[in-house]
Nanobody
Framework: VQLQASGGGLVQPGGSLRLSCAAS????????MGWFRQAPGKEREFVSR????????GYADSMMRRFTISRDNAKNTLYLQMNSLKPEDTAVYYC????????????????WGLGTLVTVSS
């Protein structure tokens, strides 16, 4: 599966953005998906995950109640709605896919898209 993230940009603190991740192929619904991010000078970190059906989701503590992950298997697309953005949310955001269960461990994801840059600044 090939992945392409989009939707990043410059937003003021407290603002919102919705990221999308378009997947190629006809088997998108068989992949668990995750969002990760990497800020300058920092390691890649877990943001959110979602199961194949979308019935199970998970979030990093700092994103809970601000971010919402979802997917539309009919459109082969993964989403991340980000609200109440903070300067510390500035990072390149990546989507990833794997067979099997969703996970917060980036090392077990098999497929990665190119990231999209989110900058939170006034």
């Amino acid at each position: 599966v090939q992945l392409q993230a989009s939707g990043g940009g410059l937003v003021q603190p407290g603002g919102s953005l919705r990221l999308s991740c378009a997947a190629s192929g006809r088997s998108f619904s068989s992949y668990a998906m995750g969002w990760f991010r990497q800020a300058p000078g920092k390691e890649r970190e877990f943001v959110s995950r979602i199961s194949q059906s979308g019935s199970s989701t998970g979030y990093a503590d700092s994103m809970m109640r601000r971010f919402t992950i979802s997917r539309d298997n009919a459109k082969n697309t993964l989403y991340l709605q980000m609200n109440s953005l903070k300067p510390e949310d500035t990072a390149v955001y990546y989507c990833a896919a794997r067979k099997g269960g969703s996970s917060s461990d980036p090392q077990i994801y098999e497929y990665w898209g190119l990231g999209t840059l989110v900058t939170v600044s006034s």
